[in-house]
């Protein structure tokens, strides 16, 4: 998929993958610790803000989500009538790994919930390259369709405390290419979807290409956090087989969302760090939008993939969900 050779780097060990002769990948998932969800809360344990709890959604697809709620509403230190802003959460990982139990993950959505407080759907998705695009977005539209239709009735976090007029779609990395296009699909089913009512995407360093390659991707030729050629790996075992990387899916510059998104009034908001791989893909997605008559609110830190790493910059970011929901929510 692409032209350049990098005799230094090996995609696959880099990113502690093995592939297969039979197109699939042997994950280590001993790289990744994990987090048991906590659906009870524990009278004598105070340190755990939000409770989760793990809830099938397609067992033939062994797709889930997992349920943040702020512990709060459960003590009553809310009103018994408050209603949460509700959000859709899609991890990153490439496509190709993580997933809503993650550690990292689960702490950053417990967090998000917590400091807003909102509800928080993490989903767990199908992943490539057993699954390549487009399932992650069916996944995600079915996790739409069943807050819609089943969740509010038959699952009691969502019923008596998540808002569905206030709904908002947000991925980190690869989930937010997936928030994006979800959205995009969304914006089409927008009456097939009510109640639930869609407000915003918050895209967080959101995972984009191309195949003519931006100023900061030829930077990061020897990144020691994401190497260009681990990107390429990633768009070669998420994209369609044949695909190149100016397919929709991974560039949005050949797409048609701008229009959607613009008529369906929603707000975008995107973060990015200055020394990602990815910032000139994000910036010219912001302006893509801009054009289009997209409202974005874009913040570029001065930090690099992960603002987990940058306490200040991290709580930047949170404060700036907070804000992004609330001044939706207050709409009406």
């Given at each position: 998929m692409s032209s350049q050779h990098y005799s230094s780097i090996d995609p696959y060990k880099f990113f502690q993958i093995v592939p297969n002769a039979d197109g699939t990948i042997t994950r280590d998932y001993g790289n990744y610790p994990c987090t048991v969800a906590t659906p009870y809360p524990d009278?004598?344990?105070?340190?755990?803000?939000?409770?989760?709890k793990d809830v099938p959604i397609n067992q033939s697809n062994n797709t889930w989500v997992r349920i943040f709620l702020p512990r709060q509403v459960v003590d009553d230190s809310l009103s018994s009538s408050t209603k949460l802003p509700l959000i859709i959460h899609f991890h990153g990982g490439g496509f190709i790994t993580l997933s809503p139990a993650t550690s990292a993950i689960?702490?950053?959505?417990?967090?998000?919930?917590?400091?807003?407080p909102c509800i928080i759907v993490s989903v767990e998705y199908r992943l490539a390259p057993e699954h390549r695009l487009p399932a992650a977005y069916d996944d995600a539209m079915e996790v739409l369709q069943w807050i819609k239709s089943t969740g509010q009735e038959e699952e009691e976090w969502l019923g008596k405390y998540a808002d569905f007029s206030c709904c908002y779609l947000m991925g980190d990395s690869a989930g937010g290419n997936i928030?994006?296009?979800s959205g995009l699909r969304a914006a089409t089913q927008n009456d097939n979807l009510l109640p639930l009512k869609i407000r915003g995407l918050i895209l967080n360093q959101?995972?984009?290409?191309?195949?003519?390659r931006t100023e900061s991707e030829l930077r990061s030729l020897d990144d020691p956090f994401l190497p260009l050629c681990v990107n390429d790996m990633m768009w070669e075992l998420s994209l369609p087989v044949g695909a190149d990387r100016d397919h929709e899916y991974c560039n949005p510059m050949v797409g048609n969302g701008g229009p959607k998104i613009t008529?369906?009034?929603?707000?975008?908001?995107v973060n990015?760090?200055?020394k990602d791989t990815l910032i000139d893909r994000q910036i010219e997605v912001v302006k893509m939008m801009e054009v289009?008559?997209?409202?974005?609110?874009?913040?570029?830190?001065?930090?690099?993939?992960?603002?987990?790493?940058?306490?200040?910059e991290y709580n930047a970011f949170i404060a700036a969900i907070k804000a992004f929901v609330l001044s939706e929510s207050e709409l009406g």
């Open positions: 009278d004598h344990d105070h340190h755990t803000l939000v409770l989760s689960h702490e950053v959505c417990s967090h998000i919930a917590a400091e807003i928030a994006y296009h959101p995972f984009f290409g191309g195949v003519e008529a369906m009034g929603w707000r975008v908001l990015g760090g200055k289009k008559g997209v409202t974005v609110v874009s913040r570029f830190g001065e930090g690099g993939h992960n603002p987990a790493e940058n306490p200040s």
